[in-house]
């Protein structure tokens, strides 16, 4: 092999090794932006139920005492998506229960007549997936032996 083959052959080998130090740092960029980076990070939470509106019925047929609470309107602050479960009570017994996604339900309970006015209970629990929120509690008296109505 003669010198100029030799020459030729080294001058390649350092072009290529050249190249390939060159090209990848010819290839970087740097993204710059007159703005600050912002990351704003919160927490959802079940709300409890607001401005809940709604009318009672109280009636005394027969030897029972009954009740019949429709929910017509409340104000909720989220999340969206959830779904309600309504309750009524007397005492700590449960006299009725249903679930909805809307923000109305009627409830109805009786009992037999224990000679006094009489305490019902209703709540309202927001649930969404596995996730509970506080409960609202709205109380009504009916009074022994009367036919009553309201709102709330």
Same mark, same amino acid.
């Given at each position: 092999m003669i010198t100029f083959d030799r020459c030729r052959r080294a001058a390649c080998v350092v072009l290529v090794v050249a190249f390939l130090v060159m090209v990848p740092s010819m290839a970087t960029a740097k993204? &710059? $932006?007159?703005?600050?980076p912002t990351l704003s990070v919160s927490t959802a939470t079940m709300e409890v139920a607001t401005v809940v509106h709604g009318s009672f019925t109280c009636s005394s047929p027969s030897s029972n005492e009954a009740i019949s609470l429709s929910i017509t309107s409340f104000t909720d602050a989220g999340p969206a998506g959830a779904t309600y479960t309504y309750t009524l009570l007397r005492g700590s017994v449960v006299k009725s229960t249903g &679930? $909805?996604?809307t923000h109305a339900k009627t409830l109805t309970g009786s009992q037999a007549d224990d000679g006094g006015s009489t305490t019902w209970s209703m709540t309202i629990r927001a649930g969404l997936a596995s996730w509970t929120g506080p409960v609202y509690t709205k109380t009504v008296t009916c009074n022994r032996l009367s036919n009553t109505t309201g709102t709330f």
């Open positions: 993204f &710059t $932006s007159s703005k600050a &679930t $909805s996604t």
